[in-house]
């Protein structure tokens, strides 16, 4: 799943939930799924931070 679908499913589960109109066990499910998905937008940012600091690296090496 990329990060940007994570992120519009996350934004459905989000107001989903704010709505209030669903069943307590619906509400479980939804905030399970919403745990999840902040898992796979936080990886997603993690690498792309690991990817910048790495070409940050390999921009001062070079101009070293």
């Known amino acids: 799943m990329s990060y940007e679908q994570a992120?519009?499913?996350l934004?459905?589960?989000v107001n989903q939930l704010e709505a209030g109109t669903t069943t307590?066990?619906?509400s479980l499910?939804?905030?399970e799924r919403g745990e999840q998905l902040v898992a796979i937008c936080e990886q997603w940012l993690n690498n792309a931070?690991?990817?910048i600091e790495a070409v940050r690296r390999q921009s001062a090496a070079n101009n070293d």
């Open 29 to 31: 499910a939804l905030w």
């Open 11 to 13: 934004a459905i589960v």
């Open 24 to 26: 307590l066990e619906e």
């Open 7 to 9: 992120r519009d499913e």
């Open 49 to 51: 931070r690991e990817r």
